[in-house]
């Protein structure tokens, strides 16, 4: 029997709320109660438990009940598992969240392990929802710089055909290219139950990771336990700036939950 715990959409407070039902269907949520890794369990560092909210499942009056508890994963093959079932960001509706967290803790700045956190976070583009993710391999594929566009207009003129062939075979790359937003969210999991981002001794600093799906951008926020611990701080935002596979001039920010910001 599977040690992962998972919470349809009828076992959790916020799933009597309008939508949250619509929420679980379309992300994919209802993990299975028994989960056939194979017989041979390679057990996690850390349990690890994903959580789901949205504007459906919003509650004004207890922030608490608007997060939907998923599952929570103890070894290597849960957490592969889960990936597969978990519909991937960039079709997440616009508004959702996955928080994926420590067990035991919840991603809130109330909690115990939490109230004297930060989080290092960064906006991860501007583009409208629909064009989220590969944008720079987009960009290298637009055919060239402002001055050829002359020349293009001319080899479009003269050679359609081959114009038209290189456009199929752009949109067939395009569609078959995971998104920059689904590989990064990936990679910092991994990193995450890898213990890869604090590899220090006693690197119990990470608390949970955050993903916001936005219209104009999409946020990613890791939690930290201690605001106050600059040196862990600025080694743990060197690893993830290089697992999350941007340039290293590219900063996260880091905001203490105190500001309440």
């Not at 199929?168 to 990679?187: F, R, S």
């Not at 604090?198 to 955050?210: A, K, R, S, T």
């Not at 219209?215 to 600059?230: E, G, P, T, V």
Request: charged share 30%; hydrophobic share 35%; glycine share 6%.
């Amino acid at each position: 029997m599977s040690d992962v715990k998972s919470k349809e959409a009828g076992a959790n407070p916020a799933a009597s709320k309008s939508g949250t039902v619509e929420d679980v269907a379309e992300t994919k949520l209802a993990v299975p109660r028994s989960l056939d890794t194979g017989s041979k369990k390679h057990p996690l560092n850390s349990s690890w438990t994903l959580w789901y909210d949205s504007l459906s499942t919003y509650d004004s009056e207890r922030w608490e009940l608007s997060l939907v508890e998923v599952i929570t994963v103890r070894t290597v093959e849960e957490f592969f598992t889960m990936l597969h079932y978990c519909k991937p960001p960039h079709v997440l509706r616009v508004s959702a969240q996955y928080h994926f967290f420590r067990e035991g803790v919840k991603p809130m700045w109330e909690d115990p392990s939490n109230k004297a956190g930060g989080k290092l976070w960064i906006s991860l583009d501007d583009k409208p929802v629909g064009d989220v993710g590969g944008r720079k391999w987009e960009n290298a594929n637009t055919g060239g710089a402002a001055g050829g566009e002359k020349d293009n207009a001319s080899a479009a003129t003269n050679n359609s055909s081959s114009n038209q062939n290189a456009k199929a075979k752009k949109e067939e790359q395009e569609t078959e290219k995971k998104p920059e937003l689904d590989t990064m969210w990936e990679n910092l999991l991994m990193a995450m139950v890898g213990e890869y981002l604090d590899p220090e001794p006693d690197g119990d600093h990470i608390m949970g990771l955050v993903l916001s799906r936005r219209k104009y951008h999409n946020r990613i926020a890791l939690w930290l336990r201690d605001a106050s611990a600059s040196e862990a701080v600025a080694r743990i935002e060197k690893k993830l700036v290089k697992e999350a596979g941007l340039p290293p001039a590219m900063k996260f920010i880091f905001t203490p939950h105190s500001t309440g910001k």
